[in-house]
């Protein structure tokens, strides 16, 4: 199976960069996506197709994919990004695949 | 607006199965494929499987293949799945969600049903 492994927890002054990564054999060859989920609702599509962003998402929300690390940024991170965080690819062989998650805090 | 509004909350005993469904509105219904995805509490997204609300065509993960039916009505524009012996492990919130581009069943999640607490206990 396909595993795409993330750190279970990033920390974030309000205002300051928050680097979220994502990390799977030759993920460079696949697209990632990216999704927030605050606490007791449906995730939320931040970033799609490696560093696309969905109509209506900031502009501080960026995305990079490159090797086997697929990375989210967030820049001048706000109180409202709190949140967790799952990437997402295709695998021929398993499927949609998703990341284990980050929980984002800012402090 | 695109919406997928998904049936209430269910509580199951082992061994039992459970049907959950997800209206879909506000797009064209055969453009998009619709996904399942669940979450455990306090667990992460799993993926369940895929259908094709044109054809009909599905397809799941190994650990659901035998366990998961994925249906649809073009008629009402629902999709059903359908979720076979279950035990106190398939506890958990069930999501479906549609895709972003047109006719590609590789393609991001757009939009999300709110989601379905499926509660599995003697």
């Known amino acids: 199976s396909y595993d795409l492994i993330q750190p279970p927890s990033v920390s974030v002054p309000p205002g300051q960069t928050a680097i979220i990564t994502c990390s799977g054999n030759?993920?460079?060859?696949?697209?990632v996506c990216w999704y927030q989920q605050r606490p007791g609702q449906s995730p939320v599509l931040v970033m799609y197709q490696n560093a696309r962003r969905p109509s209506g998402i900031p502009e501080r929300f960026s995305g990079s994919n490159s090797g086997n690390t697929a990375t989210l940024t967030i820049t001048g991170t706000q109180a409202m990004d709190e949140a967790d965080y799952f990437c997402q690819a295709w695998d021929g062989s398993s499927g949609s695949v998703f990341g284990t998650g980050t929980k984002v805090t800012v402090l | 607006q695109v919406q997928l509004v998904q049936s209430g909350a269910e509580v199951k005993k082992p061994g039992a199965s459970v049907r959950v469904s997800c209206k879909a509105s506000?797009?064209?219904?055969?453009?998009?494929?619709v996904h399942w995805v669940r979450q455990a509490p306090g667990q992460g997204l799993e993926w369940m499987g895929i259908?094709?609300?044109?054809?009909?065509?599905?397809q799941f993960p190994p650990r659901f293949q035998d366990r998961v039916t994925l249906t649809r009505d073009p008629s009402t524009t629902t999709v059903y799945m359908e979720l076979r012996s279950l035990t106190s492990e398939d506890t958990a919130v069930y999501y479906c969600a549609k895709t972003i581009e047109f006719r590609l069943s590789t393609a991001a999640f757009d939009f999300w049903g709110q989601g379905t607490l499926v509660t599995v206990s003697s």
């Open positions: 506000g797009y064209t219904f055969s453009d998009h494929y």
């Open positions: 259908v094709d609300p044109l054809t009909g065509s599905t």
């Open positions: 030759k993920l460079s060859d696949k697209d």
